[in-house]
C-alpha cells in the first residue's frame, strides 16, 4: 500500500484550489493524480 501524501501537501494543494487554480492545474503542479484531489 503507497504511502499516504503529506498533510503540507495536501493543504498546498487545497490552497491552491481555493486561490482560483483549476484542478487540472493543481494535479500537474503537484504531480497528484485526480482521483486523489477530488476524494
Known amino acids: 500500500m503507497p504511502a499516504p501524501y503529506s498533510l503540507d501537501l495536501r493543504q ?10 483549476s484542478q487540472a492545474a493543481v494535479i500537474r503542479l503537484m504531480g497528484i493524480g485526480r482521483i486523489t484531489l477530488t476524494d
Do not use: P, S, Y
Open 12 to 21: 498546498k494543494a487545497i490552497a491552491a484550489l481555493e486561490a482560483g487554480h
